[in-house]
């Protein structure tokens, strides 16, 4: 077996990509659940989004639980580029009957470079927000919490800056459809989890889920955006 990359072997690897994945979908639920309150914008809102940003940055259980999911972005994001590096030099591309575009699906051969894009999101990201929200220049709201839903509304609705960073988290959003959308099932089957009776379900799912989860993730950026007065 190959020894390269954080795991000793191709198969740990997987193993790991696929159980640090499924820990990032169920992250994906929990934290849509909190942005998804930035669609109401009244004062009303704006507070109980700023009690869930309180919430969700001082909690000891989630703050534990927010270190783990740091380390599992990181080993995802790294021992994917390490698998995508090893599929691509394993492909035979030098045989002129080789098609890999009937043999796989665009998602299935991208995932590094999906998996790239969204790294450099979620990094932009956390330093326009999560960096913020811990150590950045940040005002109070009514009830004396960081009003972090004045930060987001301030970035979206920032002339052209807005604009385009409302555009590139729908680009994000799109490559993180991909990424779900060849993974989500993907992680099931290298665990083992696939049978004639089960395993068309779960693909629906994954299927709905990789279109639901990022589509309701991109309306908030252009809903604050087009919210502007």
Do not use: C
């Not at 999911?69 to 080789?98: C, M, T, W």
């Not at 979620?122 to 929200?133: E, K």
């Amino acid at each position: 077996m190959a020894n390269s990359g954080l795991l000793g072997s191709s198969i740990a690897k997987k193993y790991w990509m696929s159980l640090t994945g499924l820990f990032l979908i169920s992250f994906l639920i929990v934290h849509l659940l909190g942005n998804l309150q930035l669609l109401d914008l009244s004062a009303e809102g704006q507070e109980q989004f700023n009690i869930y940003a309180k919430f969700m940055t001082s909690f000891p259980l989630i703050k534990i639980t927010s270190y783990f999911l740091y380390a599992s972005i990181v080993f995802h994001a790294v021992d994917g580029i390490y698998l995508a590096i090893q599929n691509r030099k394993a492909r035979p591309e030098r045989y002129a009957s080789y098609k890999p575009n009937r043999n796989s699906i665009w998602a299935s051969r991208n995932m590094g470079l999906l998996g790239t894009i969204i790294l450099a999101f979620i990094i932009l990201h956390m330093s326009q927000f999560w960096y913020t929200m811990h150590w950045g220049e940040i005002g109070m709201d009514a009830n004396g919490n960081k009003d972090l839903a004045a930060v987001v509304i301030k970035t979206y609705q920032d002339g052209t800056a807005g604009l385009i960073m409302a555009l590139l988290y729908v680009i994000a959003m799109a490559a993180v459809a991909f990424h779900l959308y060849h993974g989500f099932q993907s992680a099931f089957q290298t665990l083992g989890i696939n049978h004639n009776r089960y395993t068309p379900l779960i693909k629906k799912v994954g299927a709905a889920f990789s279109i639901i989860v990022p589509l309701a993730y991109a309306i908030i950026p252009v809903f604050v955006l087009m919210a502007k007065n």
